[in-house]
Nanobody
């Protein structure tokens, strides 16, 4: 599986960005896809997940501001980020979940990762 994340950038607080993650190499529609982020000096943290069936879940810190979606025809998952805050600044990664791993918010449940895209929110 190969994942290519894009869409990061520099934005002012209150602004919006949309991240994209294009996948190849597997049947995309049958896998749960997630976004994680890692700020300098911190561990990689769960942001959001979309299941193969289309259900979603979010970290409390982004709930109501971020929206995850997927386009199975394009093998792409998106993360729409609105009302961005300086504390959202991080390197954002997309990942494919191991279908046999039970805990979706642990990074260890994801064997495949994209290269990361930087999001910087200025105050």
């Amino acid at each position: 599986v190969q994942l290519q994340a894009s869409g990061g950038g520099l934005v002012q607080a209150g602004g919006s960005l949309r991240l994209s993650c294009a996948a190849s190499g597997r049947i995309f529609s049958s896998y749960d896809m997630a976004w994680f982020r890692q700020a300098p000096g911190k561990e990689r943290a769960f942001v959001s997940i979309t299941s193969s069936g289309g259900s979603t879940s979010y970290a409390d810190s982004v709930k109501g501001r971020f929206t995850i979606s997927r386009d199975n025809a394009k093998d792409t998952v998106y993360l729409q980020m609105n009302s961005l805050k300086p504390e959202d600044t991080a390197l954002y990664y997309c990942a494919v979940k191991d279908r046999y791993a039970g805990t979706y918010y642990y990074a260890s449940s994801y064997p495949y990762w994209g290269q990361g895209t930087q999001v910087t929110v200025s105050s």
